[in-house]
Structure formats: C-alpha cells, structure tokens
C-alpha cells in the first residue's frame, strides 16, 4: 500500500550562533523570524496533522529542545506526534559540496557526543527513549558504505535512521524509487533506513519563491500520484521554521498534501510508526 511518512526536523536556532543574531537584519539565516518560530511552527503543524488524524515523527535537534523546552513538553502531549532526534547542533555526517561550497563533515569524536548528547536530553527532559534519526542535510546513497559511521548510530541505541536525502546530483528531487532498506550489507542488519525523497521544503521554495505554497501543493501531488501508481513509500521532510518562513498558515501547503494523500487513500504513518510496521512485517535479519 502506497505510504506517506510524516516528518519534521525541529532545528530553529540549532547553529548557536544564531541564537544571538535573530532579529538582526543583516545577519545569516533567517533574522527575519522570531525566536517563538519553533512553537509556532509547531502550532500550524500540530492544525494540521490533527484535521487529517495524520500521525508525524519530530526530529529534534538537541540545542533547539533546550532552548524551547515549554513548547516541546506541549508537543508530547499531542498523540500523533512521537520523536526521534537530528544531532545536538546540526552537524553533518559526511561532507555537503552544495551550489560550489563544501559543508564539512564533523570528526567521530563530535558526532558520538552529538548523538549521545541529544539521546540523553530527549530521556532527561522528555522522559523518551529515542529510536530515530535523522542525519541534517541527508546524503546520495546515505549511510551506504559506512559501518563506521554506522557503529555510532547503533551505540546510541538507535534503531532507524532517515539520511538518504539527495539525488546522485547532490540536490533535490531525491527519486521516490528509492526506497527503504536495512543496513545488512554494512553489519548492521537491525538499522533501517528510511529515505526521505523528493523536494525538501527549503530547497524547493529556495528555486521557486518563498510565497508559492500554493503551487508546492501541486507539485506535492504529483509525488502522492506516484506513489499511488506504483505502491511506494515516500518519507516527507519538512521544518519547524520553515511553516512561518514560506507561510503555511496562509497557503496550507502541508494541509493540501496531507488532505490530497487521504484523497487518494495513501496510508499516513510518523517514521517511528513506520519502523515498528517494517519490524512487524519483514522481521530485522539476524
Ligand atoms: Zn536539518
């Protein structure tokens, strides 16, 4: 059965130094926002989820839970949403060469303390066993290859991981034919990963215009058509910050997918439902 995976990576102010530059009008990154931009982002996804009864994964980063942590204990109390982490401040797994530049990727010793960091905080502050993560920018093919890397998802405890996000370019559209798998080959046949295809919001409204989110939903269709046709899984990503900077409440760019998805009776699963479905029905290898 095609299946919609919902989820959202909650990064606001993730980079500390923005935590000191929001507002300031020529800073980097998004100075038009407000610092509540987490809880209100929060707020236009929480609407919408529950209109469709949509169930969604939240992907925390650890400096963003610490810095909004009445708006995230709300989240808990929510039903649909459940959580999963996405490193402590956004730090990149492998490298990132985008439009020239490189993102570098952080040493071992920094994504161990990252990860772990962010698995103690989900427990101490939100009373969560994290079982999911996703990796910030996601990669062509990614963690393949990579037991390394690999062994540093599996000691946190971590059971799913979501880091497949580009296509063999290195942008977006990530193919919907790529589809999730468990890391047998690498070692570690009990870590599944769940990609998350197509267009990212950002990188999307980046190419199109940050007030076309009536013409996203158009686009969105297109996948959920898709899908349909050829019964595939396709993992959502979208952000905290970006339901108040390419205006959802205004357009309902989130509210037409989802809407559009239970039209065409896609199943709509979080990504930690949608793990727990595959341990169900195709048992880890051992
Ligand atoms: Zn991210």
Known sequence: MATLV??????????????????????????????????????????????FDAPATLFLCGRTLVHALPV???????PLFDFGQHTYSHVLFKDDHWEGGVFR????EALI???????????EHLGIDGIGMRTPHGHWEGLRGRPDLLEIIDRAGIKYITSWGRNSDGGNPT??????????DEGYPQILEIPFQFWLDGTWFAAHGNDQGLKFIEVLKTAIDYIVEHDLVYGVCFHDWAMLHYNEE????????LEYARSRGVDIK????????MLAEVPAPT
């Open 270 to 277: 979080s990504y930690t439902q949608f793990y727990e479905s």
């Open 250 to 257: 205004g357009t309902r760019w989130v509210w037409g997918l």
């Open 6 to 51: 919902m989820g959202y990576d909650v990064e606001f102010m993730a980079i500390g130094e923005g935590l000191a530059r929001a507002g300031i009008p020529d800073a980097v990154g998004y100075p038009d926002m407000p610092h509540e931009a987490t809880g209100m982002g929060l707020d236009l996804i929480r609407q919408a989820h529950r209109e």
């Open 113 to 123: 303390h990252e990860v772990e960091a962010s698995q103690s905080l989900l427990k």
């Open 105 to 108: 990727a952080s040493p071992p």
């Open 175 to 184: 193919p919907l034919d790529i589809q999730p798998f468990w890391y047998t």
């Open 72 to 78: 995230l204990r709300q989240a808990t109390e929510e």
